[in-house]
C-alpha cells in the first residue's frame, strides 16, 4: 500500500505553510505505523520553508513542477502526472492543498480549505482567473476525487451549499485543523511590543480578503473610545497575488503612527507577540479555517472575528469575539465590554489537537487505498 501526500505553496509560509507544518509529521507517523508506505510530493519551495519537511527528509521528493505557474503545473499535472505516478508506484494520492484532480489520475483524496473561488466572482483579480482557478481547483475535485477532505463543518456546508448534487454528500468529510500550536514552546524574545494595549494581526497582507482596512478603524475607534493609545500591529508576508494591494495598503497607512507593519517574522518572535497582546484580529469574511485564530486560543487571547464568517467562530470557539466588521464602533465596543469582564478567554476554549487531525486523514486515507 502507498500513498503519495502533495504539499506545496507559493511564497513565504503562510496559512497553507502552517497547515502542512503540524499536520505532516503526525500523519506520517500515523500512516507508516498502518504499514502504508508514505511519500511526501513537495515543491522546492515548500521544503526550503517549511521546516517538518526538512525533518521528513527520508521520505519528501522534490518536484520542481508544483513551483511552476499555475497554467504551467496544470498542464504538468495534466499530461505527465499519471505517468509519473505509475513509474513510482504510487497508488493513491492526497493533494493537501490546491488540489488537481483528473479522470486518469490515481484514486484521489482532495484537501479543500475554503471555496472562495466561488464565494467572490473577482477574488483573484478578474472573473475569468476566478473562474479559472474554481475550474481547476474545486470543480475537478469535486467531480473526479474519490473523497474530498474539508478543514471545518463551515466549508463543508458551503461546499454543499453551491454544489447541492447528492453523490458529492457522500465523499464529503469535514477534518478540522488542531488549534494546539508548538509556538507555545517556544522561549521568550525581545519584540518591540508596546506597553499600551494593542490589537495583533497575523496573515498574509491581502486588505481585502483579510479586511485590514476594517482591523484599521477599529483600532481607531478603540482609541477614540477608551481615550487609551491602541495601536494594531500587522505581521505577515506578501504572495505575487496580493502584493500590489498589499504595497497600496501599508502606503495607506503610512500617515498613523499607532499602526505598525513588521513584515514576515519568525516562529519565536511571533509566539512572542502572541503573548504580548491585548487581543488578536481577524476579520476575514472567506477564511475556511484561520490558523492564526487557532494560535490565538492556545496563547489564552481573545480573537476579534468577523461574524459572518462561521469558519472562524468554529476554529476560535469561546475565545472568538463575533463583531460587524463594517462598523468599527459597535465593534470597539463590544471587545472593551467583553475585556473589561475577563481579559482572557476561558482556558477550555482549546480543543482539537493536530494528532487527533491527523488521525481522522489516516483513517479516510486508509479507507480509499482498501477500496482502491
Known sequence: MSVALIAYYLGPRLGIGQYLERLLPPLVEKLTNLGVEVTILASPNAVAKTPALENLSDVVRVLPPLDYSPIQRSAWV??????YCRRENIQTVVWLSNPIVLPWHPPTIAVIHDVNEWKAAKKYGDRIKTWLRAAVYLDASVRFAQKIIVVSSATQQELLYFRPEPPLKSKVKAIANGTDSQLIDLPPISVPAPTSPFLLSVGRIDPTAKR???????VS???????EPWELHLVGGMNATTQASGEAFLKSIENQPWVHYHGYIGDRALAQWYRQATAVVFLSENEGFGLPIAEAVSFGRWIVVNEINQASQEAGGDAVIPVTATNPQQAAATLLKQLQKSPFPPTEAN????????????????MIISNG
Open 221 to 227: 475607534a478603540l482609541r477614540e473610545i477608551s481615550s
Open 212 to 218: 485590514l482596512p476594517e482591523a484599521v478603524a477599529l
Open 351 to 366: 480543543r482539537q489537537q493536530w494528532q487527533k487531525t491527523a488521525s481522522a486523514y489516516a483513517a479516510e486515507i486508509q
Open 78 to 83: 495534466a499530461t505527465r502526472f499519471a505517468n
